[in-house]
């Protein structure tokens, strides 16, 4: 069975399309791959964080995991810092990386650009990025665009670490996502849905209650034609809206177009609130219910028991490898 890795920051609650785009293809993959979900707290601190809030959305996102669906008798979930075998192999690969190569890459090009101190977390994190998937032998990453070049100096590290060394490393191949849709912005329907959008109107996050969600539906940007068409090019805002109605609600598009013919964008909102509301229910019900139980307490402790287990064995071949400690 082929591995899987895949991380994400506690920067923040989920969106609904996060959840579209990675945590229900998360769900599938489980149930063909050895998959390892990572909370990569670690990455989180290259930029300031308040630990109070970033303890709180460790935890929260965890639950979340596990709430859409992640079942921890088929996959592994844990929490980066608690397997002291990343820091210690990103150090490593770390020492193999060239400053050039890490000033090239675009994320730290444009985090960095106009700023007169920058964290030198931000240009060494993808040598820890790259720890995160070769403690594992992982085979295959899902990665997004935005991360597809940090994937390929995870491919060069660990070539250029066997060849120097010893051919210990597995080189990843990148996991892309099944065509899926790309949920856009509810202000801005030209821009994808984020987390970090400063106008809360913009998303709809996993946590949201049902008045805030139907707030944000009703407020969701369309056009003044009124009708209940798909057209991505002229009607944008209203063909998010119909995508999201389409997957919460497991209907086609046509199936919703044919419905609300005759009828306006209210009735449509509306309706699409009450979808987007019962699918989140159960999932923010037994997240509450894990947010602060000793069930998820005992989850995160086995996740990491066995991550440590298996990045540890590999930590100690890296090591051997490049000549660190006393051999025996």
Same mark, same amino acid.
């Given at each position: 069975?082929?591995?899987?890795?895949?991380?994400?920051?506690?920067?923040?609650?989920?969106?609904?399309?996060?959840?579209?785009?990675?945590?229900?293809?998360?769900?599938? =993959?489980?149930? %063909?791959?050895?998959? @390892?979900?990572?909370?990569?707290?670690?990455?989180?601190?290259?930029?300031?964080?308040?630990?109070?809030?970033?303890?709180?959305?460790?935890?929260?996102?965890?639950? =979340? @995991?596990?709430?859409?669906?992640?079942?921890?008798?088929?996959?592994?979930?844990?929490?980066?810092?608690?397997?002291?075998?990343?820091?210690?192999?990103?150090?490593?690969?770390?020492?193999?990386? @060239?400053?050039?190569?890490?000033?090239? *890459?675009?994320?730290?090009?444009?985090? !960095?650009?106009?700023?007169?101190?920058?964290?030198?977390?931000? =240009?060494?994190?993808? $040598?820890?990025?790259?720890? /995160? &998937?070769?403690?594992?032998?992982?085979?295959?990453?899902?990665?997004?665009? /935005?991360?597809?070049?940090?994937?390929?100096?995870?491919?060069?590290?660990?070539?250029?670490?066997?060849?120097? @060394?010893? /051919?210990?490393?597995?080189?990843?191949?990148?996991?892309? $996502?099944?065509?899926?849709?790309?949920? *856009?912005?509810?202000?801005?329907?030209?821009?994808?849905?984020?987390?970090?959008?400063?106008?809360?109107?913009?998303?709809?996050?996993?946590?949201?209650?049902?008045?805030?969600?139907?707030?944000?539906?009703?407020?969701?940007?369309?056009?003044?034609?009124?009708?209940?068409?798909? %057209?991505?090019?002229?009607?944008?805002?209203?063909?998010?809206? =119909?995508?999201?109605?389409?997957?919460? !609600?497991?209907?086609?598009?046509?199936?919703?177009?044919?419905?609300?013919?005759?009828?306006?964008?209210?009735?449509?909102?509306?309706?699409?609130?009450?979808?987007?509301?019962?699918?989140?229910?159960?999932?923010?019900?037994?997240?509450?219910?894990?947010?602060?139980?000793?069930?998820?307490?005992? &989850?995160?402790?086995?996740?990491?028991?066995?991550?440590?287990?298996?990045?540890?064995? *590999?930590?100690?071949?890296?090591?051997?490898? *490049?000549?660190?400690?006393?051999?025996?």
């Amino acid at each position: 069975m082929q591995t899987i890795f895949s991380g994400i920051q506690p920067s923040g609650t989920i969106t609904i399309g996060n959840y579209i785009g990675a945590m229900t293809q998360f769900v599938e =993959l489980q149930n %063909d791959y050895n998959c @390892y979900f990572c909370i990569v707290d670690q990455h989180a601190i290259t930029v300031a964080q308040d630990p109070q809030t970033l303890r709180k959305n460790i935890r929260s996102l965890a639950a =979340l @995991y596990l709430a859409c669906g992640i079942d921890p008798n088929k996959a592994t979930l844990f929490i980066q810092s608690e397997v002291p075998a990343h820091a210690q192999a990103a150090w490593m690969l770390q020492c193999i990386s @060239y400053i050039g190569e890490l000033e090239r *890459m675009t994320q730290f090009k444009d985090k !960095s650009a106009g700023k007169e101190a920058v964290s030198a977390g931000l =240009l060494t994190y993808p $040598p820890l990025m790259a720890a /995160d &998937i070769l403690l594992y032998s992982t085979n295959l990453v899902p990665v997004g665009e /935005d991360q597809k070049q940090h994937l390929e100096l995870t491919r060069d590290l660990a070539e250029r670490f066997n060849k120097k @060394y010893n /051919d210990i490393l597995t080189i990843p191949d990148i996991k892309v $996502p099944k065509v899926g849709a790309r949920i *856009m912005s509810l202000q801005e329907p030209t821009k994808k849905m984020s987390k970090s959008d400063p106008n809360q109107k913009g998303f709809i996050s996993m946590l949201d209650d049902p008045k805030q969600i139907e707030k944000k539906i009703k407020s969701a940007v369309t056009d003044s034609e009124g009708i209940v068409k798909y %057209d991505k090019v002229n009607k944008p805002g209203i063909s998010n809206l =119909l995508t999201i109605y389409s997957i919460f !609600s497991n209907q086609s598009i046509e199936e919703i177009e044919n419905k609300y013919t005759g009828k306006g964008y209210g009735d449509f909102k509306a309706d699409l609130a009450n979808v987007v509301v019962g699918v989140l229910k159960p999932i923010q019900e037994r997240y509450y219910q894990l947010l602060e139980s000793e069930e998820l307490n005992s &989850i995160l402790d086995a996740g990491a028991a066995k991550a440590n287990q298996v990045a540890g064995k *590999m930590v100690k071949k890296m090591e051997k490898a *490049m000549g660190l400690g006393r051999k025996r």
